[in-house]
C-alpha cells in the first residue's frame, strides 16, 4: 500500500519505523494522508485522500492502522471513534526477574502506538541504576539511565508519555536483603519511616528517574506495606498506629515529588484497607472512611484504584467510594499475564468489560492496562499483545464486534488472532465451556505445568476432569506455525509448552491409578516410555523458553526458571528409579504413591519451594 503522508514533520519519524511493521511505503502516487487535530478521533477517505482526525498525537499511528485496515474493505470511508478516556495507559512489569531489553521495549512501543496508548508506566523496584548505591539492583539487569532516555526518546516520537512507575515504600525486598540497606530498612518488605536515610534514598531514587524522563508524573507505589511499622521502627519508636506512621511517610515523600515538581499517583489500596473493619480489606463494601481519613490524603495526590474482576460487581462501588474522597481518580485493570506461561484472555475480556463500564458510568478518564509478571515473568511479554490490544479497543470502541477485534488485532501486531487467543487453552478446556464454578477452576496450567510428578498435588482435578487429549489437541494448533514470522518463536514455544503438558497430564492421570490396581504393565510403560519421554520434553519447552527469554528480555532472572526446569527432570529421574526398583521387588512401596491425592484449590500455586506457604494473585 502506497501512502502519501502530507502531515507536521513532527511525525515523520513515526511513519517511517511503522512503515515495515504496517507494511506501507511512502511515495508521492500513493494517497494522500493529511491530520487534522482537535475533538474527533478516527479517519475518513474518499476520492484517493485520507484525513486522520486526533486529539492526542499517538491517535495519529492509531489513525493510520484504522486507515490501512479500511482500505482494505473499500476507498471510501468514516470511521470515527470513541472519545471518552483521555489517557488509555499500560503498566509493563520490569522487576519481576525479567526486565525487557531496549530492544523489545522499542518493538512494544510500535505496536503499542497503533494501539493508541497515550502513557506508559515502567513498573521499577530496584531495577534502575543508582549511583553510590551497587546493591541497588545488583544482578536484577537494572536499567542505565542511559537506557531509560533511549526507550522515552523511543516513545516521545509517537506521542507516548513514558511514567516511571516506582515503590516508595512497601515491596523493596529485593534491595532490603542486602546490608547496604540495612539503615534504611524496617521490616523484610517495608522502608523504615522517621528515618533520614530513608527519605534521601528516595530522593536520589525520584531524582534519578525525573532526571532521566520527560514526564512530570510520577507513581510513587504505596500499596500492600502490611507489616509497616512493625520491625526496626518498633525497635526505635514503639507501637505506632499504622496510619499515622503512613500519613508521615506520605507528607515526606510528597514534598520530595513537589520539590521536582511532579504529579504524583498511587496505588489507593491502603486507605481503604486501614480504614475497613478488618484493617486489611480492600473492597469491602461497608468500609467507610472517616472525613480525618480523607484530609490525610494529599490533595496532589492521585489515586489508583486497581482492581482484576474477581468481583466485577464491585467497580461501580468503589470508584463512587473513590470520587467521594475528592481526589483524581485512575482505573487499573489487568492482563491475567502473572498465572503462568500464557495469559488467560477469558476472564481478563470479562472483568475489563466490567470495569470499562463502570469508569463510563463513573465519569473516571484514565485506564491503565496492567503487565503484572508475578513469580518470574514466565509469560514472555508479547504473549500479552491480545489483551492489550482488546483493552485498547474497549476504550476507543467499547461497542466493537469480534470481528472488528481481530481486525484491529492483526493490522496492530502482525500477528494470528486466534493463535494468540488459544494460548490460554494452556490453562482450561475453553472450547467447551468458559462457566467455572470459582476463579480458580480457571487455571489448570501452572499448577499442572510443575507440580511434582510424584506428589501430584493436583492429582485429584484430573481424576474428574482429565486435559491430556486437551492439551494434545491444542498443541497441534501451533505445531509448525508460523516460522517465518515474526511471532513464530512464540508459536513454538506454545506447541512445546502444550505437548509438554499433554504428556505431563497423560502420565498423572495414570500413576496412581495405576500403582493403586497394582497395574504393573501400565507402571512399566510409565517408567520406560512417558517418564523418558516427558524429560526430552520438558527440555525441549525449556530449550525455547530460554531462548525466547533471551530474545526479549536481559539475561538476568532466568536462573531461576533453569533450576525449576531442572527439578522437574531430577523429579521424573527419581521417579523412573522408584517406580524400577518397585516392580524388580527392590522396594515394597512407593511412599508418595501410598498417599492419598487430597483436594487442592488450584489457586495460589508457586514453584516447589514455596509452594506450601506462599499465594499469588488469582
Known amino acids: 500500500m502506497k501512502l502519501n503522508f502530507k502531515v507536521d514533520e513532527a511525525f515523520r519519524c513515526g511513519i517511517e519505523r511503522l512503515a515495515a511493521t504496517l507494511g506501507y511505503t511512502c511515495a508521492e502516487d500513493g494517497i494522500t494522508v493529511t491530520a487534522q487535530k482537535g475533538e474527533k478521533i478516527g479517519v475518513a477517505c474518499k476520492d484517493g485522500a485520507a484525513v486522520i482526525y486526533y486529539r492526542e498525537r499517538v491517535q495519529f499511528y492509531r489513525g493510520i492502522g484504522l486507515l490501512l485496515e479500511n482500505l482494505k474493505k473499500s476507498a471510501r470511508f468514516e470511521v470515527f471513534e470513541d472519545g471518552f478516556f483521555v489517557n488509555v495507559s499500560t503498566m509493563i512489569d520490569a522487576s519481576r526477574a525479567a526486565v525487557p531489553s531496549v530492544v523489545s521495549a522499542k518493538r512494544l512501543l510500535d505496536h503499542l502506538a497503533v494501539m493508541g496508548y497515550s502513557s506508559i508506566l515502567l513498573y521499577t523496584e530496584d531495577v534502575i541504576e543508582l549511583e553510590g548505591r551497587p546493591y541497588f539492583g545488583y544482578m536484577r ?39 547496604e540497606a540495612a539503615g534504611i530498612k524496617d521490616t523484610a518488605h517495608v522502608l523504615l519511616a522517621r528515618e533520614e536515610k530513608t527519605f534521601a534514598f528516595l530522593e536520589q531514587l525520584i531524582a534519578t528517574v525525573s532526571g532521566a524522563l520527560r514526564s512530570r508524573r510520577i507513581h510513587i507505589g504505596m500499596d500492600e506495606a502490611w507489616d509497616m511499622g512493625r520491625g526496626n521502627f518498633l525497635n526505635r519508636n514503639g507501637y505506632v498506629p499504622p496510619f499515622e506512621i503512613f500519613n508521615e511517610f506520605m507528607e515526606r515523600l510528597i514534598s520530595i515529588t513537589n520539590k521536582y515538581g511532579l504529579t504524583p499517583m498511587m496505588w489507593s489500596d491502603m486507605y481503604f484497607r486501614i480504614s475497613s473493619a478488618s484493617g486489611s480489606s480492600y473492597y469491602d463494601k461497608n468500609t467507610v472512611i472517616p472525613a480525618e481519613v480523607k484530609q490525610c490524603i494529599p490533595k496532589e495526590v492521585e489515586l489508583v484504584f486497581w482492581h482484576y474482576g474477581e468481583a466485577p460487581e464491585c467497580d461501580g462501588y468503589m470508584l463512587e467510594m473513590h470520587r467521594a474522597l475528592d481526589r483524581k481518580i485512575l482505573f487499573a485493570g489487568g492482563a491475567w499475564g502473572w498465572t503462568g506461561h500464557f495469559p488467560e484472555h477469558n476472564y481478563m475480556m470479562k472483568s475489563t468489560r466490567f470495569s470499562l463500564n463502570a469508569c463510563r458510568e463513573s465519569g473516571v478518564r484514565e485506564a491503565i492496562f496492567t503487565v503484572w509478571r508475578d513469580d518470574n515473568a514466565e509469560c514472555d511479554i ?58 480458580g477452576e480457571h487455571f489448570f496450567g501452572k499448577p499442572l505445568f510443575w507440580q511434582d510428578v510424584l506428589e501430584g498435588l493436583y492429582d485429584s482435578h484430573l481424576f474428574e476432569k482429565k486435559m491430556s487429549e486437551h492439551y494434545a489437541q491444542t498443541a497441534a494448533l501451533y505445531q509448525n506455525k508460523g516460522k517465518d514470522t515474526a511471532w513464530g518463536y512464540l508459536y513454538e514455544q506454545a506447541y512445546r509448552t502444550l505437548d509438554y503438558l499433554a504428556t505431563k497430564t497423560y502420565i498423572a492421570e495414570r500413576l496412581v491409578p495405576a500403582y493403586k490396581a497394582g497395574d504393573k504393565a501400565t507402571l512399566k510403560a510409565l517408567a520406560e516410555e512417558y517418564f523418558p519421554l516427558l524429560k526430552e520434553k520438558t527440555e525441549s519447552v525449556r530449550l525455547s523458553h530460554r531462548a525466547a527469554w533471551l530474545k526479549n528480555n536481559k539475561a538476568f532472572g532466568w536462573q531461576t526458571l533453569d533450576v525449576r526446569y531442572g527439578g522437574v527432570l531430577a523429579r521424573c529421574d527419581t521417579a523412573i528409579m522408584l517406580i524400577r526398583a518397585y516392580l524388580d521387588g527392590e522396594i515394597s512401596r512407593i511412599e508418595e504413591l501410598d498417599e492419598p491425592r487430597l483436594p487442592k484449590s488450584l489457586s495460589g500455586f508457586v514453584h516447589y519451594s514455596n509452594i506450601a506457604t506462599v499465594h499469588i494473585k488469582i
Open 141 to 179: 539487569g537494572r536499567y542505565t539511565v542511559e537506557e531509560l532516555r533511549e526507550i522515552d526518546d523511543y516513545a516521545f516520537a509517537y506521542g507516548i508519555e513514558l511514567i516511571p512507575c516506582l515503590e516508595c515504600y512497601g515491596h523493596m525486598e529485593k534491595y532490603l536483603i542486602w546490608p
Open 382 to 439: 508479547f504473549a500479552n499483545l491480545y489483551g492489550l490490544s482488546f483493552f485498547a479497543e474497549m476504550c476507543y470502541n467499547p461497542d466493537a464486534t469480534e470481528e472488528q477485534r481481530k481486525s484491529r488485532f492483526e493490522i496492530s501486531t502482525g500477528g494470528d488472532y486466534d493463535l494468540f487467543y488459544k494460548m490460554c487453552y494452556y490453562h482450561n478446556d475453553f472450547e467447551n465451556t468458559l462457566d467455572y464454578k470459582s476463579l
